[in-house]
């Protein structure tokens, strides 16, 4: 009985220790040593939030084993190079700037788009806005202005709009009969966008030129498109407040800073591409 009671308070004093190991423990906390190379819990860390998501569901004892296992293993083999070819220092260089310049970025941008920033841009853009009109329109197009105004004769003479698009239509929407679906202002060429505005609902123009060759446009329907919601916008006012703030502060730097760049024949383009360079 008091071997049992024993093993039990072993046991017991080998939990606290454990417990009390994990608690104390820091990033810096050395966790293998490789040779001289430690190989510390912050490392590890590192390592285990950069696996791939399927890796997730594995528990922690065995990510843990795994991760320590992995940076083990390649401790051995960078051990093992006694000549670093340039390319690796090159990489180095690069990732230490890629990971410094990040922490910069996630310092601009944490608080930046608070709840008051993204109500604020919300009322400046569309506190004062009115629906937007949107148009269902169809078109056909071909490729000169006597193809456009003849295929227009044939629908003034009563050919359904449709039909004619699907006859002698070269654009995408040809084989639907020319429908384009809802579209709102700012998305389509500046003549065709004109074209379209000044019909009324059942109009069919006369031919119109674009960049794309010659239309003929007919407007099915119009309707109001409401303001959207705060709500609705929210993730987007979110997104362009970290642009703004991010680029602000980049110029800020950018125009701090002595920036020295090659004339612009100075280099040959084609050399970014020369991997042999790296090794010279």
């Given amino acids: 009985m008091m071997k049992h009671a024993t093993f039990l308070a072993g046991l017991a004093l080998s939990f606290a220790a454990a417990t009390a190991q ?3 423990a820091t990033a810096d906390t050395v966790i293998a040593t490789v040779g001289e190379t430690e190989i510390t819990l912050g490392q590890m860390i590192i390592a285990r939030a950069q696996l791939p998501q399927q890796y997730t569901q594995f528990p922690d ?6 991760v320590l296992d992995q940076l083990i293993q390649q401790q051995v083999l960078a051990d093992s190079l006694t000549d670093v070819p340039g390319r690796v220092a090159f990489a180095i260089e690069n990732e230490r700037r890629s990971l410094m310049a990040g922490e910069v970025i996630n310092n601009i941008t944490t608080g930046a788009a608070t709840d008051d920033a993204i109500a604020a841009a919300y009322q400046e853009r569309y506190a004062s806005a009115t629906p937007a009109t949107e148009y269902n329109a ?3 197009l071909v490729e000169t202005e006597e193809e456009a105004i003849a295929a227009k004769a044939r629908i003034d003479a009563g050919e359904e709009f449709a039909d004619v698009a699907r006859d002698v239509s070269t654009g995408p929407t040809g ?4 429908n384009l679906g809802w579209f709102g202002k700012g998305q389509m060429v500046a003549e065709f966008e004109a074209t379209t505005v000044a019909l009324t609902v059942g109009d069919v123009s006369d031919p119109v030129q674009t960049q794309f060759g010659w239309h003929v446009v007919t407007l099915l329907d119009t309707r109001n498109k409401d ?13 362009e407040i970290q642009e703004a703030a ?3 502060r980049l110029s800020e730097l950018t125009e701090a800073a002595t920036i020295v760049k090659p004339e612009a024949d100075a280099f040959d ?4 591409s020369n991997l042999d360079l790296l090794d010279q």
């Fill in 246 to 248: 991010i680029q602000a």
């Fill in 61 to 66: 004892d065995v990510l843990f084993q795994g």
């Fill in 138 to 140: 169809s078109h056909l």
């Fill in 227 to 239: 303001v959207p919601t705060l709500d609705a916008v929210r993730q987007e006012l979110f997104g």
């Fill in 269 to 272: 383009p084609s050399l970014i």
């Fill in 175 to 178: 084989p639907n009969g020319g």
């Fill in 22 to 24: 994990a608690q104390d």
